[in-house]
């Protein structure tokens, strides 16, 4: 499974994202993905999973607790999942990781970030004035 994610870039505080992972190799649709982010000097954070299907999604409580800033969606018939971001913040400021559970039985978001056995090579978002 290779992920290949993009998107990133530098932007203003108060702007929108949209981070794309472009997944190839195994069935896909099968697969639970996830987006992680890392600051420097701070350990990987997980910022929203989603299930094979899409029904399922998972933010953990650092990030339900901005108010829907972020919105994780998929679309298994281009093999891609995308991290929405909203009103950016330089806190936000990253290297985000997409990531896939391959081996997730269920049709639900995988919660751990120890679930998820392939990792893309990260995409830079700065978020600055």
């Known amino acids: 499974v290779q992920l290949q994610a993009s998107g990133g870039g530098l932007v203003q505080p108060g702007d929108s994202l949209r981070l794309s992972c472009a997944a190839s190799?195994?069935?896909?649709?099968?697969?639970?993905m996830g987006w992680f982010r890392q600051a420097p000097g701070k350990e990987r954070e997980f910022v929203a999973g989603?299930?094979?299907?899409?029904?399922?999604?998972?933010?953990?409580p650092s990030i339900r607790s901005q108010r829907g800033r972020f919105a994780i969606s998929r679309d298994n018939a281009k093999s891609m999942v995308y991290l929405q971001m909203n009103s950016l913040k330089p806190e936000d400021t990253a290297v985000y990781y997409c990531?896939?559970?391959?081996?997730?039985?269920?049709?639900?978001?995988?919660?751990?970030?120890?679930?998820?056995?392939?990792w893309g090579q990260g995409t830079q978002v700065t978020v600055s004035s």
């Open positions: 990531a896939a559970d391959i081996n997730n039985p269920l049709d639900i978001a995988s919660l751990q970030m120890t679930a998820y056995d392939y």
């Open positions: 190799g195994g069935t896909f649709s099968r697969y639970a």
């Open positions: 989603i299930s094979w299907g899409g029904g399922s999604t998972y933010y953990p």
